[in-house]
């Protein structure tokens, strides 16, 4: 059983930076595929970006191609997501979530565990 734990939510200004860390307990991720996704209030949860651990493949959501950058440290089980450039439309609840079958998958439903999430405001 993976267990998956974000932080380095916070407020920030506009054009400001975050770094985001997704540890993992259990089972190493060395065959997932291991990805993040954002829920604001009131909309569905939405695919950020997801990296397949072993190949380390990539994928990326238009709207944070070229602000956002996966990075991971296998020695600690940990996946980061730097997000550069940050807007106000990135408010909202991050996710961490790992999916055991590696399908580098954008659809929330292809991941078997989740974090419980960590909050990113942006301010204008």
């Known amino acids: 059983q993976v267990q998956l734990v974000e932080s380095g939510g916070g407020l920030v200004q506009a054009g400001g930076s975050l770094r985001l860390s997704c540890a993992a307990s259990?089972?190493?991720?060395?065959?997932?595929?291991v990805g993040w996704f954002r829920q604001a209030p009131g909309k569905e949860r939405t695919f950020v970006s997801a990296?397949?651990?072993?190949?380390?493949?990539?994928y990326y959501a238009d709207s944070v191609k070229g602000r956002f950058t996966l990075s991971k440290d296998n020695a600690k089980n940990t996946l980061y997501l730097q997000m550069n450039s940050l807007k106000p439309e990135d408010t909202a609840v991050y996710y961490c979530?790992?999916?055991?079958?590696?399908?580098?998958?954008?659809?929330?439903?292809?991941?078997?565990?989740w974090g419980q999430g960590t909050q990113v405001t942006v301010s204008s």
């Open positions: 979530a790992a999916d055991p079958r590696n399908r580098l998958a954008n659809h929330p439903y292809s991941y078997d565990y």
């Open positions: 990296i397949s651990w072993r190949g380390g493949y990539t």
């Open positions: 259990g089972p190493t991720f060395s065959t997932y595929t």
